[in-house]
């Protein structure tokens, strides 16, 4: 199995989350996921997974309170 790989990252609006867009990709296996980090505890949440491709961030809302991703 190949090692998961950061695709892309971007700071929310407001500076207080980090999106992260996280990939798998090899020659028998692709599926990504996408993560919001909150900067000022530390936590993760997931947003979305999908153990058959890769998804892609598109950004945040303006207003920081979601993120938009296909």
């Known amino acids: 199995m190949e090692e998961p790989q950061i695709g892309a990252f971007t700071f929310s609006p407001d500076d207080a989350s980090l999106l992260a867009f996280v990939s798998v990709v090899g020659p028998d296996n692709e599926h990504g996921a996408v993560y919001v980090l909150d900067l000022k505890?530390?936590?993760?949440?997931?947003?979305?997974?999908?153990?058959?491709?890769?998804?892609?961030?598109?950004?945040?809302?303006?207003?920081?309170?979601?993120?938009?991703?296909e």
């Open 41 to 69: 505890t530390g936590a993760f949440k997931t947003v979305a997974t999908n153990p058959s491709w890769v998804l892609h961030m598109k950004g945040w809302s303006e207003d920081s309170s979601g993120v938009y991703y």
